[in-house]
């Protein structure tokens, strides 16, 4: 996936300004191991906003908000992919549409 993502990046005939990123998280093939990497996953998305941190200087901090996810890629076994998509079902942003690739 990698290599493609760098096939496509570096190919300004495909995807002008515009850059594809990825974060890849194993589930090890074990559905617990799944559920503990989408809670990290959605954790980080929601506490990256900066709104109840104030600096001791009283200043706002400067926070690197992720990127936009626009996507998901599910696991290779179904029962984990179920499990995940369930999870992050639960965390999609208001008015936008969840639509299942599989």
Do not use: W, Y
Request: charge should be negative.
């Amino acid at each position: 996936m990698l290599f493609a993502l760098d096939r496509i990046n570096n190919d300004h005939n495909l995807l002008p300004n515009i850059t594809l990123g990825a974060r890849i998280l194993d589930t090890c093939s074990r559905d617990t191991h799944a559920l503990e990497q989408s809670l990290t996953f959605v954790q980080a998305l929601i506490e990256k906003d900066g709104s109840d941190v104030k600096c001791r200087d009283g200043g706002s901090p400067i926070i690197t908000k992720p990127e936009r996810v626009v996507g998901v890629i599910g696991a290779s076994s179904s029962s984990v992919s179920i499990m995940v998509a369930n999870i992050l079902r639960l965390f999609k942003p208001e008015g936008q549409e969840i639509i299942p690739l599989f």
